[in-house]
């Protein structure tokens, strides 16, 4: 599994920093968001974000 360094809202400013919060945590973090919201989330991983976007991620 990649390391995720954060998950993000795709529609605004939201955003859950691996470093502050467990997978778990964030997990049902994004859950949540995308229930009351309708928003879609993503989320950038070390190894996976290295064409283009996520470069200005700042941990
Ligand atoms: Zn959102």
Same mark, same amino acid.
């Given at each position: 599994?990649?390391? $995720? $360094?954060?998950?993000?809202?795709?529609?605004?400013?939201?955003?859950?920093? !691996? #470093?502050?919060?467990?997978?778990?945590? /964030? #997990?049902?973090?994004?859950?949540?968001? !995308?229930?009351?919201?309708?928003?879609? $989330?993503?989320?950038? #991983? /070390?190894?996976?974000?290295?064409?283009?976007?996520?470069?200005? $991620?700042?941990?």
């Amino acid at each position: 599994m990649e390391p $995720v $360094v954060k998950s993000y809202c795709l529609e605004c400013e939201w955003e859950i920093s !691996a #470093t502050d919060y467990t997978a778990d945590e /964030r #997990t049902a973090a994004m859950v949540d968001h !995308a229930i009351d919201t309708g928003h879609d $989330v993503d989320s950038i #991983t /070390r190894t996976g974000g290295a064409d283009g976007d996520g470069s200005g $991620v700042v941990l």
